[in-house]
């Protein structure tokens, strides 16, 4: 799944900045891993969940910790 956190009068550049910054502070955190991408000419969130363990809440856990940062509430 490709993502993008769109915060109001952010476009172009100054959202592709957004979207790489949001990336690189998950993953940072340890608590998930999103993979850039380029989707379309901007910037993405790549988000794959995928394994015969995972349950709902390991979704819902990778959810928060995306608009946690997103958000900018971080840790």
């Given at each position: 799944?490709c993502v993008v956190h769109t ?30 991408a380029v989707l379309g000419g ?34």
């Amino acid at each position: 799944v490709c993502v993008v956190h769109t915060p109001p009068n952010f476009d172009g550049d100054l959202l592709d900045a957004h979207t790489k910054l949001w990336v690189e502070q998950v993953n940072a955190s340890g608590l998930a891993y999103l993979t850039p991408a380029v989707l379309g000419g901007r910037w993405v969130a790549r988000v794959s969940v995928a394994g015969l363990t995972i349950e709902r809440a390991d979704v819902d856990a990778v959810w928060h910790t995306m608009r946690r940062f997103a958000e900018g509430d971080g840790l």
